[in-house]
């Protein structure tokens, strides 16, 4: 079986950087950070989704990027992913524990789409077979994507949640990071240098 686990990058998500930090450069950490988080995983194939040119030095060598439009739908970027199955990781989650992409993967076996949540709306990842669910049209940056896919399923079991994690969506977000976390050094030096 093949899994895919894809960072999604997207130019708006520079609007998190703080003050005095360059947006442009806060964005590359983060995504490098969290790109980091999932080709570390083990029997997964890591691949950049992005929609910032310029990011494909972050990655390891023999990994797919692919371009995408700035509000291109998910269910397009799912639709251009070879492989199993699939998680989407926000670019915004640059602590995220590993353990919680794992546990996306593991619900597919009695869900078609798993989610995990982000604290304060949208979630931070979600997972599916690949093709994705003809049904579905995810937003991870929909209030209530839980809800939201609910509504679409044709019966709501076939959407499962993992337990959530947050994101960095603006400035003060960068207050949820935990320095006692291990990760997120890009962004941890970022921070730490202003």
């Known amino acids: ?8 990058v997207r130019q708006h998500m520079a609007q998190a950087a703080p003050p005095g ?7 590359e950490a983060m995504a490098e950070d969290t790109y980091e988080i999932v080709a570390g995983l083990e029997l ?7 929609s910032v040119p310029g990011l494909d030095e972050i990655v390891w060598p ?3 990027v692919i371009t995408i439009g700035e509000d291109e739908p998910l269910k397009d970027v799912l639709a251009r ?37 982000a604290e304060g709306g ?9 093709p994705a669910p003809a049904w579905a049209a995810p937003d991870l940056d929909a209030y209530d994507v839980v809800k939201d896919l609910r509504a679409q399923a044709p019966g709501h079991r076939r959407v499962a949640t993992t337990p959530g994690w947050h994101r960095l969506r603006t400035p003060q977000d960068v207050e949820r990071l935990d320095p006692g976390l291990e990760g997120w050094d890009n962004t ?7």
């Open 81 to 117: 992913l070879e492989g199993d199955q699939a998680a989407v990781v926000s670019a915004d989650a640059p602590d995220l524990p590993p353990l919680l992409i794992g546990k996306l993967f593991r619900e597919l076996g009695r869900a078609e789409i798993t989610v995990c949540p």
């Open 188 to 194: 941890r030096a970022l921070i730490t240098a202003r």
């Open 1 to 8: 079986m093949t899994r895919i686990a894809a960072v999604l």
């Open 122 to 130: 949208g979630a931070v990842a979600m997972a599916c077979a690949l």
């Open 21 to 27: 930090i360059d947006p442009d450069e806060f964005l």
């Open 44 to 50: 997964v194939t890591p691949v950049l989704v992005t």
């Open 62 to 64: 023999g990994t797919e």
